[in-house]
Structure formats: structure tokens, C-alpha cells
């Protein structure tokens, strides 16, 4: 997960396995090495049971997956690894179905205990935690209860468990905001940057969603990012950039927002979802420096919040943005312009991203936020072509662009 509400600066990543056979999870121990190196701190498994597993078979994973002697194996490699593992049981239907008149508010004893078995030995098998969705049917307070309990008994100072709650935009009842719940039931809020829509988000729909969660009050308990809807692949690194730079804990989803390493031998099934999320039609040498592109991009903002105390811990201010140039927009639609800004802050160091989801290049207004310092120099950008010092005097976004630049007084910075 480059995500994380245990240490909330981990890099998580979200994995489903895709082989029709059974050799999925040999797939992601072969892959931990990779990921590692990559920055990443922690797995959320999806996809592991049935969706309609019984309570009494949550001690089993899917045939298709797996068996229990490897994914044991995969819990031993990851913890030699230092990634930790989490299961994710959203969507599936733990309390069985509902009765004749659709009354599941009382959860059967048998169920409940079934459930508690489960948790517990996955919990003994050295499973870091577990993930449930807010619109689950056995989502409740009770049961964050009972799971925070149970995950409290197997932590340790070194080896935090935890409960992750998934949450949606139809549900609040978990708002981040509302401390009192989150501190004392679960470690981890994720929430998706994008709605879940039929069809690509255009530029104009991907910013008006993320304003509004940069223009909403978090308090410190800030939530783990994930993408969640659809957007063209180049929207899709802005939101990697924007994922990777915000507080909280970055989740990203594993042969989407990165993909898998280029040494690793052909899985095709694999290779074509991870093909077709980035966009690649074209010749095989074009796929490959584009797969490079996309991993140099992770690798670089994944490094970067490594080393930059302030990407981790830093304050967050969201900046009123204004360019020399917006794009025209019809007068039916919401007045947000495709271009965001915010600012990190930890004592006198300061990192400004800049993302236009437009499609025309932008230039700052020259009266533009008169207090930051003006002279930076670029740390990464979606195109990975900018480096050295620059401007904000000159400074020129391109299409569809994010930037990120640690800024700095022009008399306090030598190269």
C-alpha cells in the first residue's frame, strides 16, 4: 500500500492476481524483490475468496488463487521483505444472506464466531490486517469493534495489525474528519480521488473531483489515496503525482498505475490489462519506453518521499490558482478550471505541485500566490524532461502536465 495509516507515509500497493491457473500467488512472491525496490511497504490482496464465501470457509482462499501453504509462503517472504499484507474483504457477504423479510440486522452468534476464527488464524498466519467497504452488509461499528479487538491483541511495538475501512462518497459515516471513530477503530480510511463512472473523465470532471477534495478540511487523520474511476492514461499519471504528494498514505493499483517489472518473464493475461490501462498500441518497442516512463515516474516520487521529510509530515495548503490563459468552458458548467496547486510545508522547506488536467498549455499569472518564492528547482514531473532550477516567473505548464518543484529563496540555494 505506498499507503499507510500505521506509519501513515507507506507505499502501499492494491494487487488482484489475474492468472486463469493456479500459480497467482507464486506471481507476487516472485515480485516482492520489485516491489520493494520500489518503495513499497504493504499489500492490500483483493480477490482471494469467493464473493460468496460462507464465515465458516473465510479460513480458505480461492482455488483459483492459491492454496494455504503458499499464500503462507507469500506471508514469510513479505515479512523478510518488510511489506506487509492485508486482506481485503470488501464486497464479499460474510453474514450469509439475508432472511425472508430482509432483516440481517441481528448477526447470527454462529457467524459472528466463524468470522472471529477466520480473523484469528489469518492473524497467527501473519497477516497484517484486514480491509472491509462501507457499504458491506456486515459494516458496523460492532463489527470495527470487534475487529479492532482482535488485531489489537496480535500488534506488536514493531509489527502494527490493522483494520482498513474502505469508504464512499454515498456513505460519511466514517468522514475522516470524525476522529473519535478513527482513532479508536481503524488505522486507515481509503477513499478514491475519482467517482466510479461508465466512462473516462474528461479533464474538467478529474478537477472539479480532486478540488474538491483539496478544498476539503482533513484535520491530521488525512485518508489513503487511491484513483478509484476512470481517466485517460496521461490523467492517470497527473493522479499518480498528485497521489504520491499529498498527505496520507498512497495507494496505487498494481498493473495500472505501475506496472510490473520489465524483467519479469511474459504472463500475457497480465501484460495486456497493464497495456491497455496505459494506453499502449503501439510498436513493442514504443510499450516498453513507455512502461520505463511510467516506472521511472513511481520510482522517482516514491524516492522522493523517502528522502523529503516534508512530502511525509509536512502541512498541506491548497492554492487558489490562477494562469494567463484557461481554456473556454460552456456556461453550463461547474466554474473550475483545470488547474490545481497546492502547497507542502515542514519549518522553511517547501514543495509546490502544480497539475493543469487541461489541454492546453498554461502560464502563471505573474500575481500569483506573491508570497512564495519565486526561484525552485524541479523534482519530477509526469513527462520525467524536467530538471535543474526554474521560475515561477517563466515557468510554462504543458498539456496535461504535473510538476512538482521544492522551492527555495534565490540567495539560499547553491548547486
Known amino acids: 500500500m505506498q499507503q499507510k495509516r500505521i506509519n501513515t507515509n507507506k507505499n502501499s500497493i492494491k494487487t488482484r492476481a489475474q492468472r486463469p491457473d493456479c500459480c497467482q500467488l507464486s506471481v507476487v512472491c516472485e515480485q516482492l524483490?520489485?516491489?520493494?525496490?520500489?518503495?513499497?511497504?504493504?499489500?492490500?490482496?483483493?480477490?482471494?475468496?469467493?464473493?460468496?464465501?460462507?464465515?465458516?470457509?473465510?479460513?480458505?482462499?480461492?482455488?483459483?488463487?492459491?492454496?494455504?501453504?503458499?499464500?503462507?509462503?507469500?506471508?514469510?517472504?513479505?515479512?523478510?521483505?518488510?511489506?506487509?499484507?492485508?486482506?481485503?474483504?470488501?464486497?464479499?457477504?460474510?453474514?450469509?444472506?439475508?432472511?425472508s423479510v430482509g432483516n440481517n440486522s441481528a448477526v447470527?452468534?454462529?457467524?459472528?464466531?466463524?468470522?472471529?476464527?477466520?480473523?484469528?488464524?489469518?492473524?497467527?498466519?501473519?497477516?497484517?490486517?484486514?480491509?472491509?467497504?462501507?457499504?458491506?452488509?456486515?459494516?458496523?461499528?460492532?463489527?470495527?469493534?470487534?475487529w479492532r479487538v482482535l488485531v489489537k491483541e496480535f500488534s506488536t511495538s514493531d509489527y502494527e495489525r490493522i483494520?482498513?475501512?474502505?469508504?464512499?462518497?454515498?456513505?460519511?459515516?466514517?468522514?475522516?474528519?470524525?476522529?473519535?471513530?478513527?482513532?479508536?477503530?481503524?488505522?486507515?480510511?481509503m477513499m478514491s480521488l475519482l467517482p466510479h463512472e461508465h466512462h473516462l473523465l474528461s479533464g474538467q470532471e478529474v478537477a472539479i473531483a480532486?478540488?474538491?477534495?483539496?478544498?476539503?478540511?482533513?484535520?491530521?487523520?488525512?485518508?489513503?489515496?487511491?484513483?478509484?474511476?476512470?481517466?485517460?492514461?496521461?490523467l492517470h499519471r497527473i493522479l499518480l503525482v498528485l497521489m504520491m504528494t499529498l498527505p496520507g498514505s498512497p495507494v496505487v493499483k498494481y498493473g495500472e498505475e505501475i506496472v510490473?517489472?520489465?524483467?519479469?518473464?511474459?504472463?500475457?493475461?497480465?501484460?495486456?490489462?497493464?497495456?491497455?490501462?496505459i494506453g499502449l498500441n503501439d510498436s513493442v518497442g514504443e510499450q516498453r519506453k513507455l512502461k520505463r516512463s511510467a516506472l521511472a515516474l513511481f520510482s522517482s516520487l516514491s524516492g522522493s518521499r523517502l528522502r523529503e521529510e516534508t512530502l511525509l509530515y509536512g502541512s498541506f495548503t491548497f492554492l487558489p490558482f490562477n494562469t494567463t490563459s484557461l481554456p473556454p468552458y460552456s456556461t453550463l458548467a461547474p466554474p473550475s478550471a483545470p488547474v490545481l496547486a497546492f502547497l507542502r510545508s515542514w519549518?522553511?522547506?517547501?514543495?509546490?505541485?502544480?497539475?493543469?488536467?487541461?489541454?492546453?498549455?498554461?502560464?502563471?499569472?505573474?500575481?500569483?500566490?506573491?508570497?512564495?518564492?519565486?526561484?525552485?528547482?524541479f523534482v519530477t514531473s509526469t513527462g520525467m524532461d524536467r530538471l535543474g532550477s526554474t521560475s515561477l516567473e517563466t515557468l510554462r505548464l504543458q498539456p496535461e502536465e504535473a510538476i512538482v518543484i521544492k522551492l527555495f529563496e534565490s540567495d539560499s540555494y547553491s548547486s
Open 33 to 99: 524483490p520489485y516491489l520493494k525496490s520500489l518503495g513499497v511497504k504493504a499489500l492490500l490482496l483483493e480477490g482471494l475468496f469467493h464473493q460468496d464465501v460462507s464465515p465458516l470457509d473465510l479460513s480458505k482462499i480461492a482455488e483459483r488463487v492459491g492454496t494455504v501453504p503458499q499464500i503462507q509462503q507469500l506471508l514469510m517472504e513479505s515479512h523478510n521483505a518488510g511489506i506487509k499484507v492485508v486482506f481485503d474483504f470488501c464486497d464479499l457477504d460474510l453474514f450469509g444472506p439475508k432472511d
Open 108 to 146: 447470527p452468534s454462529d457467524h459472528t464466531g466463524s468470522i472471529q476464527y477466520a480473523l484469528r488464524f489469518w492473524l497467527e498466519q501473519g497477516v497484517a490486517g484486514f480491509g472491509i467497504c462501507d457499504t458491506d452488509a456486515a459494516y458496523s461499528e460492532k463489527t470495527l469493534t470487534e
Open 347 to 377: 519549518g522553511c522547506v517547501h514543495f509546490l505541485v502544480l497539475l493543469n488536467l487541461g489541454p492546453e498549455a498554461q502560464a502563471l499569472d505573474p500575481a500569483w500566490a506573491p508570497s512564495l518564492p519565486t526561484a525552485g528547482v
Open 260 to 277: 510490473r517489472s520489465p524483467n519479469e518473464s511474459a504472463d500475457m493475461s497480465w501484460e495486456r490489462e497493464a497495456d491497455k490501462t
Open 210 to 234: 480532486v478540488e474538491r477534495h483539496l478544498s476539503t478540511s482533513h484535520g491530521e487523520l488525512w485518508p489513503s489515496w487511491t484513483v478509484g474511476g476512470e481517466a485517460s492514461p496521461m
Open 163 to 189: 483494520v482498513v475501512v474502505k469508504q464512499t462518497e454515498s456513505l460519511p459515516a466514517l468522514n475522516t474528519s470524525s476522529t473519535s471513530v478513527n482513532s479508536s477503530l481503524v488505522e486507515l480510511v
